[in-house]
């Protein structure tokens, strides 16, 4: 059929909701994983544990309990929390997706659980005090700091796969090109991991401030940087892929590449803006933590800003 006599409309289904669904379980996953690989081979630290651990966890709830709450059949959620379903439909990535989640935060807490009996302000809480002085609580704390590598081990596993399987979910939707890409998975993961830094970063400079965790704060903005620089080169490349693309890719790149949301507010103040702060920072430090919890702000505000735009530009074009 001639391309002239096909038509094309934006999707509707999928919208702001899904998109903060894959950014809180992107974000919350990478966030989970970094602490721990921190914890394990840089520095142990507790504080950073529990507020990982716990922010972590939250954003996994907060953007499973979104998604369950807009499934067509709230029933549903009884197929997608079957394990049995990897056997059943293996290529039910949102089932995937929730049993990552669920492992995620089932080892998280575990690999926390040793850390938060050690600390002082949650012992003084009346209920959790007593909760984590339990004799089946005690003997998995124990347990847990003997295999800790292997339980922060299972923990990261299941968190890099929350975050590509974020990515894998929009791959799988072959009737808009813009998400049918084999990029889009490398992209989210890339940005999920970008985001745990800057968020991570906004946490060890604005609540634990802590002068003993530099090196980790540098290193945190030189890989941070990298991830940026990463994302930026994902995106020019699909801008050629768009633009050159079939004709639902054509229309997705008219409503990105046209949008000031996008051009300025994702890639403008959600990514070369902060690159140029961190890069500032790498290279000559800094005098004020000021532009680096900037630059953490904004890389947040592009994480989201990307998913947002991606639910917007999905187009389907007709005939398939």
């Known amino acids: 059929m001639d391309v002239n006599t096909m038509t094309y409309a934006s999707q509707d289904l999928w919208t702001w909701w899904l998109a903060v669904y894959l950014y809180t379980g992107g974000l919350g996953a990478a966030t989970l994983s970094v602490t721990f690989l921190t914890d394990m081979y840089l520095k142990p630290h507790r504080n950073l544990v529990l507020w990982g651990a716990g922010a972590g966890v939250v954003l996994l709830s907060l953007g499973s309990m979104m998604l369950f709450g807009h499934l067509l059949h709230h029933l549903a959620a009884i197929h997608v929390l079957n394990p049995l379903v990897f ?20 080892w998280g807490v575990l690999y926390a659980l040793p850390y938060a009996r050690e600390t002082p302000l949650l012992r003084r809480l009346p209920l959790v005090g007593k909760v984590l002085d339990w004799g089946l ?9 003997r295999f800790r590598k292997f339980v922060g081990w299972l923990a990261v596993v299941n968190g890099v796969g929350v975050a590509v399987y974020t990515g ?24 999920a ?5 800057a968020f991570l970063l906004l946490i060890m400079y604005t609540v634990i401030k802590d002068a003993a965790d530099e090196k ?4 945190y903005e030189r890989i941070d940087l990298v991830l940026i620089s990463a994302e930026l080169v994902i995106l020019f490349s699909f801008f050629f892929y768009l633009k050159r693309g079939s004709e639902s ?24 803006v902060p690159f140029f702060l961190e890069l ?24 989201y800003l990307l998913r947002h735009y991606f639910m917007y530009a999905g187009v389907y074009a007709y005939p398939w």
């Open 216 to 219: 980790i704060r540098v290193l």
């Open 249 to 272: 890719a054509m229309r997705s790149w008219e409503l990105l590449f046209t949008d000031f949301g996008w051009l300025i507010g994702f890639i403008g103040f959600g990514l070369i």
């Open 87 to 106: 056997i059943l439909k293996p290529d039910a990535w949102i089932a995937w997706g929730t049993q990552f989640i669920i492992w995620m935060m089932v």
């Open 280 to 303: 500032k920072g790498v290279v000559k430090g800094w005098t004020s933590h000021v532009p680096i919890i900037t630059a953490s702000v904004l890389v947040l505000m592009g994480g």
């Open 193 to 197: 991991f970008s985001t745990a830094l």
């Open 168 to 191: 894998l979910l929009l791959q799988s939707f072959p009737a808009v090109a813009l998400w049918a890409n084999p990029g889009v998975p490398l992209l989210f993961t890339v940005s």
């Open 137 to 145: 609580v005690v003997k998995i704390s124990g347990a847990v700091q």
